[in-house]
């Protein structure tokens, strides 16, 4: 079975300050890894995706990932917070052969950007 | 802005109720799924459909069912709804290529 652990409930960050959400995941053979972000009233948004090739990815609104398989690890970064990044952040994995097709998804991180 | 919509936005009925939760989607896909979602808990797979006629169930056991007639329209029925079943419903959608998915915005329903 296939899982994700994002370990923090909620991420207090200084605008303006770096920002990280923790993400590890569990699936047999090779993953694909996403995030997806949730404005208040609204659907998830994707923000990007690892499935193969260089292990930092970046995606949408500045936000990047590094993929770190000895440690199975796909955290969110950004460099420099801005207070419209506060919302919430769901983690996925799948295993490759299932694509995109039976994602597990993280509880999600509450991230809160104060100005 | 994804073009994928679920009616009603809020759902509070009493218990032993039919009710039908709708999700359409104008992109053409032919991947859709149905997610349920409760607070600070994960998203959970309910129920998947790779087209027209085909339909499996996810990860996660339900006692809904969901039909697709349609590629547009992917509803989501439980038979007699009780108290176990509030939560939030969420749709989604995919073209298979992009490994993306598109989200409705959610049906929040609560059974009283």
């Not at chain 1, 409930?9 to 972000?37: H, I, M, R």
Request: net charge neutral.
């Amino acid at each position: 079975a296939q899982s994700v652990a994002q370990p923090e409930d909620q991420v207090n960050v200084a605008e303006g300050n770096p920002l990280t959400v923790k993400c590890t995941y569990s699936v047999s053979g090779n993953p694909y890894l996403f995030w997806y972000v949730q404005y208040p009233n609204r659907g998830l948004q994707f923000l990007l995706k690892y499935i193969t090739g260089d292990n930092l990815v970046k995606g949408s609104y500045g936000f990047e990932a590094e993929f770190n398989k000895s440690q199975t690890s796909f955290h969110l970064k950004k460099p420099s917070a801005l207070v419209s990044d506060s919302a919430l952040y769901f983690c996925a994995v799948s295993a490759r052969y299932y694509g995109n097709n039976r994602l597990a998804f993280g509880k999600g991180n509450q991230v809160v950007v104060i100005p | 802005e994804a073009d994928i919509y679920q009616t009603p936005r809020y759902l509070v009925i009493g218990t032993g109720k039919k009710i039908t939760l709708e999700c359409s989607q104008t992109m053409g896909h032919d991947k859709m799924y149905w997610y349920q979602q409760d607070p600070g808990m994960e998203l959970h797979l309910i129920h998947y459909s790779y087209g027209v006629n085909s339909t499996e169930k996810g990860d996660l056991s339900s006692e809904s069912t969901v039909s697709r007639i349609r590629t547009e329209h992917f509803p989501l029925t439980l038979e007699s709804a009780r108290p176990s079943h509030t939560s939030q419903y969420l749709c989604a959608s995919s073209d298979g290529n992009s490994e993306k998915l598109f989200f409705g915005s959610g049906t929040q329903l609560s059974v009283l």
